[in-house]
């Protein structure tokens, strides 16, 4: 995949600017699904990849081609999901009351599956209050572990994601770990 990725990355910098398309096609979902985790709101997840998407087309010249085309992606969706989120405060929670409708709340707007209804609302329960759980941590700590267990990335894609030593990734995990462990403890 890399030698066809940096084929197209090629093909963009000669000025074919369809052959960037391949690439957004590549990556659009998992890139997607980094930004949904670290933010936890559709559209913003999908706001903050397509931005990615154009940051890396704009900034292509400078992108290494001796290096992985996805962890270069996957950076700058990261820097641009850590800038929106220290820049917005939570303004809705999921048990809070959806406007125009007679009581639903956003845990109904959650689809359901084959299992039994009272599983899956505890399964849910779980899930949500994991992931609430991730998105109260200290924003160095949440990136580590999102990458890490949720979009699983080694240790070394998570190093060049986030331009952080090998060391303090493996630290911020750690710690990220305890305070997640702590925070879920407390239930």
């Known amino acids: 995949m890399d030698a066809l990725v940096n084929k197209r990355i090629k ?15 590549l990556y659009q979902h998992k890139l997607y699904q980094i930004c949904y985790r ?11 990849a397509q931005e990615a998407f154009v940051r890396a087309y704009i900034n292509l ?11 270069w992606l996957y950076r ?3 820097n641009l999901c850590i800038d929106r989120i220290r820049k917005k405060k939570p303004d809705y929670y999921l048990d809070a009351e959806v406007d125009g409708t007679d ?20 399964q849910m329960e779980l899930q949500d209050r994991i992931q609430y759980e991730i998105s109260r941590l200290p924003d160095k ?25 090998l060391g303090t990734v493996k630290t ?7 305070a997640l462990r ?4 407390k239930l």
């Open 76 to 78: 700058i969706a990261t």
């Open 103 to 122: 009581g639903l709340n956003m845990y109904s707007q959650i689809a359901a599956d084959d299992q039994l209804p009272e599983d899956a609302a505890l």
């Open 141 to 165: 700590y949440r990136a580590v572990i999102v990458l890490k267990y949720i979009e699983e990335l080694s240790l070394q894609e998570i190093s060049e994601v986030l331009d952080l030593p």
């Open 38 to 48: 670290m933010l936890g709101n559709k559209q913003e997840a999908e706001d903050i």
């Open 172 to 178: 911020r995990i750690h710690r990220g770990r305890e």
């Open 61 to 71: 010249h400078t992108f290494d081609q001796k290096r992985k085309f996805s962890t």
């Open 182 to 185: 702590k925070q879920l403890n």
């Open 11 to 25: 093909q963009v910098l000669k000025g074919d600017q369809n052959a960037f398309s391949d690439i957004v096609n």
